[in-house]
């Protein structure tokens, strides 16, 4: 079973910077797709950025351009950085595991980003 960890979270004026992490357990991580999703109080979860074992990235349109995900598989950890953030952009930040073989999904418990104006 996969074990992912979310960090880095916090409170933030708009147009400043933040970093969030995410760990992982199990050395299947290196093969896996990772994705961070963001989701507040009554709205639908969705996908910010994801990130494939060979490193390709995909963004939503609502943070291309100001958020960059990378990978890092000697430390079994993703990352997050964001940049130019909006009060918009405040939500709790999951991160997810995707195995291959049979694409089951792993949840992390999230980090709160908080952006004020």
């Known amino acids: 079973q996969v074990q992912l960890v979310e960090s880095g979270g916090g409170l933030v004026q708009a147009g400043g910077s933040l970093r969030v992490s995410c760990a992982a357990s199990g050395r299947i991580f290196r093969f896996s797709t990772v994705g961070w999703y963001r989701q507040t109080l009554g709205n639908q979860r969705e996908l910010v950025a994801s990130?494939?074992?060979?490193?390709?990235?995909n963004y939503s349109d609502a943070v291309k351009g100001r958020f960059t995900i990378s990978r890092d598989n000697a430390e079994n950890t993703v990352y997050l950085q964001m940049s130019s953030l909006k009060p918009e952009d405040t939500a709790v930040y999951y991160c997810?595991?995707?195995?291959?073989?049979?694409?089951?999904?792993?949840w992390g418990q999230g980090t709160q980003v908080t952006v004020s104006s």
């Open positions: 990130i494939t074992s060979d490193n390709s990235p």
């Open positions: 997810n595991l995707r195995t291959p073989i049979d694409g089951r999904d792993y």
